[in-house]
């Protein structure tokens, strides 16, 4: 079982700037890729970004540019540095965490609450 836990959000005017993190525990060996997705009222939830076990990253094409994720030092870390942000881009943001084997699990976080104000 992995635990994901994410945190940093808040209230930000248009063209500022957060850090989400995102904190998993548990059995974090065989962790293959961290997600950042978000998810507004009456929308799909959606990928923003993405970083494998090997640092590739991936990016939806309305981030590129202004957000940037990453790890950190310790392995069970990542972040989503936000820039110039948008009102559109209030939403609940979620942290997934993918393990590899035959059937690979996801786990979810709680997710944290993203609101910019115009």
């Known amino acids: 079982q992995v635990q994901v836990a994410e945190s940093g959000g808040g209230l930000v005017q248009a063209g500022g700037s957060l850090r989400l993190s995102c904190a998993a525990t548990g059995a974090i060996f065989s962790i293959t890729n961290w997600g950042w997705y978000r998810q507004s009222p009456g929308k799909q939830r959606e990928l923003v970004a993405s970083i494998s076990s090997s640092g590739s990253t991936n990016y939806a094409d309305s981030v590129k540019g202004r957000f940037t994720i990453s790890r950190g030092d310790a392995k069970n870390t990542v972040y989503l540095q936000m820039n110039s942000l948008k009102p559109e881009e209030t939403a609940v943001y979620y942290c997934?965490?993918?393990?590899?084997?035959?059937?690979?699990?996801?786990?979810w976080g709680r997710g944290t609450q993203v609101t910019v104000s115009s």
């Open positions: 997934n965490v993918r393990r590899g084997g035959f059937t690979p699990q996801d786990y």
